[in-house]
């Protein structure tokens, strides 16, 4: 098992950019999640998804769009890159089910600075 | 007045100390307390949680929740250089899809 994977490690953008952060996971999970980690900070959700199809707003939507087609992948969108969007990206995932839900299963990140 | 306040630290203890970690809280709802490590560079990977009160205790970690103070700790007994970490602190309702993290505490465990 790969676990939840993520792509690119590091990405540098420039101001107006647009690109595709890239998330996977092999455990078939139904929930799937987009943070973001700023310094000091804690993980502040973006979007999450319960399932293929389905996708719901975060605290901190705003500059990003989710796709959930199908139960392995959740990629997030970023259009019209700017500086305020520089952070930590974290993809994660969890189990199906009441007491699994709690657990939460992160990806390696993904550093993103946009200059 | 944030749901979740953790202080950032840095705390720095000498190998072997007792470590106690903590987080306080503003919404009764919350169920489910959790504790999130997180090494330099990486993923927060799940320590311990805690449904409701009471502690939980798992080799050097224990776990703490009094709802009645909105308050929880981690204790680390015997701690190692091992243990040098951020520890996040997160919570969420019974049901509820979102969970709501502290800012982290950094900390530094001296051989």
């Known amino acids: 098992n790969a676990g939840v994977t993520q792509t690119p490690k590091f990405r540098i953008l420039k101001i107006g950019q647009s690109m595709t952060l890239q998330c996977a996971q092999d455990m078939n999970h139904n929930y799937m999640y987009w943070y973001r980690q700023d310094p000091g900070m804690g993980l502040k959700l973006i979007y999450y998804?319960?399932?293929?199809?389905?996708?719901d707003k975060g605290e901190v939507p705003n500059g990003y769009n989710v796709s959930r087609s199908t139960t392995e992948d959740f990629p997030l969108r970023l259009e019209l890159a700017a500086p305020s969007q520089t952070s930590v990206y974290f993809c994660?995932?969890?189990?199906?089910?009441?007491?699994?839900?709690?657990?939460?299963?992160f990806g390696p990140g993904t550093r993103l600075t946009v200059t | 007045q944030k749901e979740v306040e953790q202080d950032p630290g840095p705390l720095s203890v000498p190998e072997g100390a007792i470590v106690s970690l903590n987080c306080t809280y503003s919404?009764?709802?919350?169920?489910?307390f959790m504790w999130y490590r997180q090494y330099s560079r990486k993923g927060p990977e799940l320590l311990m949680y805690t449904y409701s009160s009471g502690n939980k205790e798992d080799g050097r970690f224990t776990a703490q929740v009094d709802k009645s103070s909105k308050y929880i700790s981690l204790f680390i007994r015997d701690s190692q250089p091992s243990d040098s970490a951020t520890y996040l602190c997160?919570?969420?309702?019974?049901?509820?899809?979102?969970?709501?993290f502290g800012a982290g505490t950094r900390l530094f465990v001296k051989a």
């Open positions: 994660a995932s969890s189990p199906p089910g009441g007491g699994g839900v709690y657990e939460q299963y």
């Open positions: 919404n009764s709802a919350f169920q489910y």
């Open positions: 997160a919570m969420k309702v019974t049901g509820g899809f979102k969970t709501i």
């Open positions: 998804s319960v399932g293929a199809g389905i996708t």
